[in-house]
T-cell receptor, first 115, second 113 residues
Framework: GDSVTQMEGPVTLSEEAFLTINCTYTATGYPSLFWYVQYPGEGLQLLLKATKADDKGSNKGFEATYRKETTSFHLEKGSVQVSDSAVYFCALSDRKGGATNKLIFGTGTLLAVQP | ETGVTQSPTHLIKTRGQQVTLRCSSQSGHNTVSWYQQALGQGPQFIFQYYREEENGRGNFPPRFSGLQFPNYSSELNVNALELDDSALYLC????????????FGPGTRLLVL
């Protein structure tokens, strides 16, 4: 079945460092891809999304490009801040089985940014 | 615009008991999905409700059941609680069952002793 694989954390960076969190997926068909962020003690917030190959999602300085040829959707940010410390989840939407649209998540990557 | 809300925020139950969790969808959304997030894991899809009907289910036993009301709010019921049911339960709403973008509530943290 469909699945998402993320790089294991934790990822520890100094403030203003460059961030990459790798995400690859397995899917039959053409899923949409998402990055969600979870701050401590909170639910998930949508960070960005891309709905087709070569689309780039971006928000709050974060970017990810839907690469069909490598089945990847890596998250990047040029300069991280302490406030970016959170768990990041890569997810795909699974439309198989009709109109049900469920999200399939990776296991999450903890990012810790030190001042 | 009101976001997704869930209640209660925390809950402690004992094994064998039953629990009901509640969710109010975002304004304008008619589809609600429930997910279970075990500690250190990504959320797992439980089921989805669209216009008061179940519209897809993940790999969870029948003791996990749900309801959706005419105002599109929803309940998740879990019977015969087991220790492994301890998790964060997340509700997400979307605009129509085909709506790909799901917006999540803050979750209910359930501890089963």
């Amino acid at each position: 079945g469909d699945s998402v694989t993320q790089m294991e954390g934790p990822v520890t960076l100094s403030e203003e460092a460059f961030l990459t969190i790798n995400c690859t997926y397995t899917a039959t068909g053409y899923p949409s891809l998402f990055w969600y962020v979870q701050y401590p003690g909170e639910g998930l917030q949508l960070l960005l999304k891309a709905t087709k190959a070569d689309d780039k999602g971006s928000n709050k300085g974060f970017e990810a490009t839907y690469r069909k040829e490598t089945t990847s959707f890596h998250l990047e940010k040029g300069s991280v801040q302490v406030s970016d410390s959170a768990v990041y989840f890569c997810a795909l939407s699974d439309r198989k089985g009709g109109a049900t649209n469920k999200l399939i998540f990776g296991t999450g990557t903890l990012l810790a940014v030190q001042p | 615009e009101t976001g997704v809300t869930q209640s209660p925020t925390h809950l402690i139950k004992t094994r064998g008991q039953q629990v009901t969790l509640r969710c109010s969808s975002q304004s304008g959304h008619n589809t609600v999905s429930w997910y279970q997030q075990a500690l250190g894991q990504g959320p797992q899809f439980i089921f989805q409700y669209y216009r008061e009907e179940e519209n897809g289910r993940g790999n969870f036993p029948p003791r996990f059941s749900g309801l959706q009301f005419p105002n599109y709010s929803s309940e998740l019921n879990v019977n015969a609680l087991e220790l492994d049911d301890s998790a964060l339960y997340l509700c997400a709403s979307s605009q129509d069952r085909g709506g790909e973008t799901q917006y999540f509530g803050p979750g209910t943290r359930l501890l089963v002793l």
